[in-house]
């Protein structure tokens, strides 16, 4: 079978199961810039591909009170993420605290966005971001985080990095672990790390998880970064299925949806990998990772039983 066909099939599966399975997914991190159009097409796709939650944060030129009134529209489906992208955040700005603080008490949040540590430029979309975890916008975030009761999501793009960068970076990353020991420290994008070092990292420190973002073969094919790829075939690698099934507790579904092309092109086709994965694993590791890390990290009210 062509490649565009099997996917095609997957797809259609996909949205089969979707209305037939008891599993059902919280997409734990995603962005939405102003470019999309109408955000209710959000929700249909989320209807379509059973997520029944996701952690939307603004971005771009879309505002973050454009995300609370959808949210509003939408309770339980859209949980609001505080923003951190931006300008401010990248010049280190002043603005940036001031707009960190203005969200954070407001108390209409029910989560914060990833902060950006390492981004390698994306093109013209998005330019290089270094932060270092030391840095007092990223400890800023950090203190938000803990005093909400968020996962603190940060973004490390170690395969991006040289030699030099990647040792200073993951260093500050581990203080910031060792430093916060009982408070969940998010990774996005598995931080295109292998599983041997995400291995390594989970037996190090309890407090450490893994976002798939953008680990599936949708997206590491149409782009020209080195994401990590969880995938062989329709289901997960083997070391990356033994990792997972060792310790499900560290894993949580994530898309990561950025673009107006992931919303309207890309999305069933990662859901369709995403649940032919999930349904490859012991049902009890797919619940934690489908839904039930999501609930338990960010105080989410459970579905159903299944």
């Given at each position: ?6 996917l095609?099939?997957?797809v259609g ?8 399975s008891d599993?059902y ?12 159009g109408k ?15 996701t ?33 401010a955040?990248?010049d280190?700005?002043?603005a ?6 203005r969200?954070v ?12 540590l ?12 270094s932060?270092?975890?030391?840095d ?7 203190r ?18 040289g030699?030099d ?5 993951l260093?500050g ?15 996005n994008?598995?931080g295109?790390l ?9 037996e ?6 893994f976002?798939?973002?953008?680990a ?5 094919l ?12 329709e ?6 299925r033994?990792?997972?099934i ?5 894993f ?10 992931h ?17 490859d694993l ?15 990290l ?5 579905g159903?039983?299944?």
């Open positions: 079978m062509r490649p565009g066909a099997l095609a099939a997957l599966l996909s949205i089969f199961c979707a209305a037939a599993l997914f919280i997409d734990a991190h995603s962005q939405v810039d102003d470019e999309l955000l209710e097409l959000i929700i249909r796709r989320m209807d379509e591909a059973g997520v029944r939650s952690i939307l944060a603004a971005r771009s030129g879309m505002r973050s009170e454009e995300i609370l009134a959808f949210a509003e529209a939408h309770p339980g489906r859209i949980l609001p993420a505080v923003r951190t992208k931006g300008r955040h990248r280190n700005d002043p940036y605290f001031a707009q960190l603080a969200q008490e407001s108390k209409r949040f029910r989560a914060i966005a990833e902060v950006l390492y981004h390698a430029r994306k093109g013209r979309k998005a330019p290089e971001v932060v270092l975890p030391e007092e916008r990223s400890q800023a975030a950090l938000a985080a803990i005093a909400n009761r968020w996962p603190f999501v940060i973004h490390i793009e170690f395969a991006s990095l030699t960068g990647r040792s200073r970076f260093a990353m581990e203080k910031i672990l060792d430093a916060h020991p009982e408070h969940p420290i998010m990774l994008h598995l295109q292998d599983p041997r070092e995400a291995g390594r990292l989970i190090a420190h309890r407090n450490l998880y976002l798939t973002a953008h599936n073969p949708v997206m590491t149409q782009s020209k970064q080195p994401w990590t790829n969880m995938f062989s075939g289901t997960l690698s083997r070391d990356w033994a990792l997972v060792r310790h499900p507790e560290r949580v579904f994530a898309l990561d949806n950025v673009w107006a092309e919303w309207k092109v890309f999305y069933a086709e990662q859901m369709a990998y995403w649940r032919a994965a999930l349904n012991p049902p009890e590791v797919a619940r934690a990772v489908a839904h039930g890390n999501a609930e338990r960010w105080h989410i009210p459970p159903p039983a299944n």
